[in-house]
């Protein structure tokens, strides 16, 4: 019996792992080790295929060696869906019919989730869609940090907390990457604006660095693994990001290990040098030239082609850091086009299309909601009055590189009418005029928004109209034109643009019930929002957005967003209060304009909250269709030794009447620290589902990670022993429990 056993076991290892022969070279095996198969292509390389793989051959493709059928490198905006074509030189569109794909949520709206589970599903939504496409790099996602709320780029991010993205970021790039699509995370570093961004020096010390500007990129490269980086147009150190040796060698090949592909932003690299030595893989450009100006057959004058290939022919350079690249990217194109599962992905599917919408409505953020104006209880045949540009206007299209062609878009008015059907009338008033351009980057939103009635006009309209509705919903903020939340300009102002505050005003002295929702990828802030009823905090929620409003207005889905940056009630309450700190000051023979980053680690909550400013809504606020209620928060002992860690066990239940979603967090506050630190810094969060009435345990683990600062002059994380406080609430400022420990 025993031999037969053996024998049956035999004969199956033998089976299951007899491959068929491959008799082909290695680089083409798809079933050998990728590190196998780079040694074996580069092997096979001449010095200018190598060289030709460093550059772009068109807007979005870099070479591959067609000699050896090794496929050149696709790429793509990124973040919020896949970009429509363009022409192969050109920045004209292409004109293809069947590119118009899912527009995802904007990454400031998948951050207000809090939810990580949500991530991993955009990934993988968004990575089939670029892999259907045939991309091979997804130029996203963004993750710089939200230092002020005038950036233009905002929205394209993750908030302003370093650990909140950190979280957030790791599960969208493990499911791009599962779908044989490289993520690209953007823009490292310290790209906090985009007035000046490509003359503007980030100054920033090391302390700030560590602990604020690079801890989500670390999470997406050590936790995430992403397959490659972008480097920023700006410069830190005084050098440009795209070859900032500090950044680039030092820390993230250094440091991290990192073993994918440095791209450049599109005409980001500036010096042939610094390209070649400082870490840079791929320059990819913006004009022909890579830089700034056309030139026919440009890509060859790029810096790291020809002026390139004539310095390691001249001896300038050997062949060590060229090899470095070529490794990096052949591992690139082994781990995507050439990687052994075929993998076709699927494209504007009704998957997508749910996830979009879920996605969306799971960030929207009820802000304020006095007397249980909303969920929406409209009265059978009863009045509902939009108003407001952003009732129908089209927002996938502008923004910058994000700008999509998408299958289809929702807006409000269609998401809300066809929640209510004929069971109520739902009418819409202009309200103000915004911006009216009807397409962005010759896409076009087939939209014409020209009104020529005066402000006065389209107040009165709608004022008019409000004197009967059960509710009136303003639905405005900003958009993705010039000045607003858009790549290449900063916002003007932190107040509603447009005249918008007049519109509110004047209707809250009308309506019965008054809601406001405010669309933006960054903080707005609210001087009115004693004047009305409620207010929520929706965002460019991509193709489904109007669906996902709704849901959230009439309660379909409670909602259980969180903001993932503070809402000041004024632009001067904030940490930067200089010229210096921004946009940043060009002093007489300054080459370039220098941004001091001189509020530290200060910025966000961590500023409000140590200096004890007053906010209107605090990091982390949102409120639900039902109520939580926290108790027995402890520790499982009352200290932690250094190399050890601890657990934090609190119950959460659900008070009221609806099934929801809390957002547990967990700050860490150091009353002993012997420097200066914030007085509290988010640590960890759990989103926790109950049914009405129930009660759960949520748990946490805390390490030495969470209780560390960083120390320059030693360059370590350091936790001082001693008293932490573990503060557990639904928002920074709205701590429920407190429980201490001492580190041993
Ligand atoms: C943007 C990048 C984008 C690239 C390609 C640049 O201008 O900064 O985020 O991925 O263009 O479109």
């Given at each position: 019996m025993?031999?037969?056993l053996?024998?049956?076991?035999?004969?199956?290892?033998?089976?299951?792992?007899?491959?068929?022969?491959?008799?082909?070279?290695?680089?083409?095996?798809?079933?050998?080790?990728?590190?196998?198969?780079?040694?074996?292509?580069?092997?096979?390389?001449?010095?200018e295929?190598?060289v030709?793989?460093?550059?772009?051959?068109?807007?979005?493709?870099?070479?591959?060696?067609?000699?050896?059928?090794?496929?050149?490198?696709?790429?793509?905006?990124?973040?919020?869906?896949?970009?429509?074509?363009?022409?192969?030189?050109?920045?004209?569109?292409?004109?293809?019919?069947?590119?118009?794909?899912?527009?995802?949520?904007?990454?400031i709206?998948?951050?207000?989730?809090?939810?990580?589970?949500?991530?991993?599903?955009?990934?993988?939504?968004?990575?089939?869609?670029?892999?259907?496409?045939?991309?091979?790099?997804?130029?996203?996602p963004?993750?710089?940090i939200?230092?002020t709320?005038?950036?233009?780029?905002?929205?394209?991010?993750?908030?302003?907390?370093?650990?909140?993205?950190?979280?957030?970021?790791?599960p969208?790039?493990?499911?791009?990457?599962?779908?044989?699509?490289?993520?690209?995370?953007?823009?490292?570093?310290?790209?906090?604006?985009?007035?000046?961004?490509?003359?503007?020096?980030?100054?920033?010390?090391?302390?700030?660095?560590?602990?604020?500007y690079?801890?989500?990129?670390?999470?997406?490269?050590?936790?995430?693994?992403?397959?490659?980086?972008?480097?920023?147009?700006?410069?830190?150190?005084?050098?440009?990001?795209?070859?900032?040796?500090?950044?680039l060698?030092?820390?993230?090949?250094?440091?991290?290990?990192?073993?994918?592909?440095?791209?450049?932003?599109?005409?980001?690299?500036?010096?042939?040098?610094?390209?070649?030595?400082?870490?840079?893989?791929?320059?990819?450009?913006?004009?022909?030239?890579?830089l700034?100006?056309?030139?026919?057959?440009?890509?060859?004058?790029?810096?790291?082609?020809?002026?390139?290939?004539?310095?390691?022919?001249?001896?300038?350079?050997?062949?060590?850091?060229?090899?470095d690249?070529?490794?990096?990217?052949?591992?690139?194109?082994?781990?995507?086009s050439?990687?052994?599962e075929?993998?076709?992905?699927?494209f504007?599917?009704?998957?997508?299309?749910?996830?979009?919408?879920?996605?969306?409505?799971?960030?929207?953020?009820?802000?304020?909601?006095?007397?249980?104006?909303?969920?929406?209880?409209?009265?059978?045949?009863?009045?509902?009055?939009?108003?407001?540009?952003?009732?129908?206007?089209?927002?996938?299209?502008?923004g910058?590189?994000?700008?999509?062609?998408?299958?289809?878009?929702v807006n409000?008015?269609?998401?809300?009418?066809?929640?209510?059907?004929?069971?109520?009338?739902v009418?819409?008033?202009?309200?103000?005029?915004?911006?009216?351009?009807?397409?962005?980057?010759?896409?076009?939103?087939?939209?014409?928004?020209?009104?020529?009635?005066?402000?006065?006009e389209?107040?009165?309209?709608a004022?008019?109209?409000?004197k009967?509705?059960?509710?009136?919903?303003?639905?405005?903020?900003?958009?993705?034109?010039?000045?607003?939340d858009?790549?290449?300009?900063?916002?003007?102002?932190?107040?509603?643009?447009?005249?918008?505050?007049?519109?509110?005003?004047?209707?809250?002295?009308?309506?019965?019930?008054?809601?406001?929702?405010?669309?933006?990828?960054?903080?707005?802030?609210?001087?009115?929002?004693?004047?009305?009823?409620?207010?929520v905090?929706?965002?460019?929620?991509?193709t489904?957005?109007?669906?996902?409003?709704?849901?959230?207005?009439?309660?379909?889905?409670?909602?259980?967003?969180?903001?993932p940056?503070?809402?000041?009630?004024?632009?001067?309450?904030?940490?930067?209060?200089?010229?210096?700190?921004?946009?940043?000051?060009?002093?007489d023979?300054?080459?370039?304009?220098q941004?001091?980053?001189?509020?530290?680690?200060?910025?966000?909550y961590?500023?409000?909250?140590?200096?004890?400013?007053?906010?209107?809504?605090?990091?982390?606020?949102g409120?639900?269709?039902?109520t939580?209620?926290y108790t027995?928060?402890?520790?499982?002992?009352?200290?932690?030794?250094?190399?050890?860690?601890?657990?934090?066990?609190?119950?959460?239940?659900?008070t009221?009447?609806?099934?929801?979603?809390?957002?547990?967090?967990?700050?860490?506050?150091?009353p002993?620290?012997?420097i200066?630190?914030?007085?509290?810094?988010?640590?960890?969060?759990?989103?926790?589902?109950?049914?009405?009435?129930?009660?759960?345990?949520?748990?946490?683990?805390?390490?030495?990670?969470?209780?560390?600062?960083?120390?320059?002059?030693?360059?370590?994380?350091?936790?001082?022993?001693?008293?932490?406080?573990?503060?557990?609430?639904?928002?920074s400022?709205?701590?429920?429990?407190?429980?201490?420990?001492?580190?041993k």
């Amino acid at each position: 019996m025993k031999r037969i056993l053996t024998l049956a076991a035999t004969t199956l290892v033998a089976a299951c792992c007899t491959q068929p022969k491959f008799d082909g070279p290695v680089y083409l095996n798809p079933n050998a080790p990728v590190e196998e198969r780079v040694e074996d292509a580069l092997s096979r390389m001449t010095l200018e295929e190598k060289v030709g793989m460093t550059t772009a051959q068109s807007k979005f493709s870099s070479r591959g060696v067609p000699r050896l059928g090794i496929p050149e490198v696709w790429h793509t905006d990124g973040p919020h869906g896949i970009r429509p074509e363009v022409l192969w030189d050109d920045w004209d569109q292409a004109g293809w019919t069947n590119d118009s794909c899912t527009a995802f949520p904007a990454l400031i709206n998948l951050a207000a989730t809090w939810d990580k589970e949500l991530s991993l599903l955009y990934g993988r939504s968004i990575g089939e869609e670029a892999r259907y496409r045939k991309k091979d790099i997804l130029l996203g996602p963004g993750i710089n940090i939200c230092r002020t709320p005038l950036n233009g780029r905002n929205f394209e991010y993750m908030g302003e907390d370093p650990y909140l993205a950190g979280k957030m970021v790791v599960p969208y790039v493990k499911g791009v990457q599962e779908k044989g699509v490289a993520a690209c995370v953007k823009h490292f570093a310290v790209n906090n604006q985009e007035f000046q961004r490509t003359q503007s020096n980030s100054v920033v010390d090391d302390r700030t660095l560590y602990e604020i500007y690079l801890p989500a990129f670390k999470a997406a490269v050590v936790e995430g693994n992403a397959w490659s980086i972008m480097g920023s147009y700006n410069l830190y150190n005084g050098q440009f990001n795209c070859h900032n040796k500090r950044l680039l060698m030092d820390i993230l090949k250094g440091e991290w290990g990192f073993d994918g592909v440095v791209v450049s932003d599109w005409g980001g690299c500036r010096d042939d040098e610094e390209a070649v030595l400082n870490g840079l893989d791929i320059e990819m450009g913006t004009w022909t030239n890579g830089l700034r100006g056309a030139a026919s057959d440009s890509y060859r004058n790029y810096h790291m082609a020809n002026p390139y290939l004539k310095g390691l022919r001249e001896g300038k350079y050997t062949t060590k850091e060229l090899d470095d690249k070529v490794r990096r990217i052949l591992r690139l194109i082994f781990r995507t086009s050439m990687r052994p599962e075929p993998n076709y992905g699927r494209f504007v599917c009704p998957e997508h299309y749910q996830a979009a919408r879920d996605i969306s409505a799971a960030g929207v953020v009820l802000l304020k909601n006095d007397n249980n104006t909303l969920p929406l209880n409209v009265p059978e045949g009863g009045k509902i009055l939009l108003v407001g540009e952003n009732v129908v206007k089209k927002m996938v299209v502008g923004g910058g590189s994000s700008n999509l062609k998408t299958a289809y878009e929702v807006n409000p008015l269609e998401g809300i009418q066809s929640a209510y059907g004929d069971k109520a009338q739902v009418i819409w008033a202009r309200g103000y005029v915004g911006d009216t351009s009807t397409s962005y980057n010759l896409v076009d939103t087939g939209q014409n928004l020209t009104d020529t009635r005066t402000p006065q006009e389209l107040i009165e309209e709608a004022v008019e109209q409000a004197k009967d509705a059960d509710y009136v919903i303003f639905v405005g903020g900003l958009n993705k034109s010039r000045n607003q939340d858009n790549e290449s300009t900063d916002r003007l102002q932190i107040t509603l643009p447009y005249g918008q505050e007049d519109v509110i005003l004047a209707l809250a002295e009308v309506a019965k019930n008054l809601v406001v929702v405010n669309i933006s990828g960054s903080p707005v802030a609210m001087p009115w929002a004693d004047r009305v009823d409620a207010i929520v905090q929706g965002w460019y929620g991509g193709t489904e957005s109007g669906n996902a409003l709704a849901d959230v207005l009439i309660g379909k889905v409670n909602p259980s967003g969180r903001l993932p940056f503070s809402v000041p009630f004024k632009y001067e309450h904030g940490p930067i209060q200089t010229e210096a700190q921004y946009p940043g000051v060009k002093e007489d023979g300054d080459k370039f304009w220098q941004t001091h980053y001189s509020e530290g680690v200060y910025i966000g909550y961590r500023w409000y909250s140590t200096k004890e400013i007053p906010v209107q809504f605090p990091f982390g606020h949102g409120l639900s269709y039902t109520t939580f209620e926290y108790t027995d928060a402890k520790a499982a002992k009352p200290y932690m030794k250094a190399d050890g860690k601890l657990k934090i066990s609190l119950d959460v239940a659900n008070t009221g009447s609806l099934d929801g979603a809390e957002i547990v967090q967990l700050y860490i506050a150091d009353p002993e620290s012997s420097i200066d630190r914030p007085v509290k810094e988010l640590k960890g969060f759990e989103k926790v589902w109950l049914k009405a009435g129930e009660k759960k345990t949520v748990t946490f683990d805390i390490d030495a990670e969470s209780l560390s600062y960083f120390d320059a002059d030693k360059h370590e994380w350091v936790a001082e022993p001693g008293e932490f406080q573990v503060l557990l609430g639904s928002s920074s400022e709205d701590i429920k429990a407190m429980v201490s420990f001492q580190l041993k």
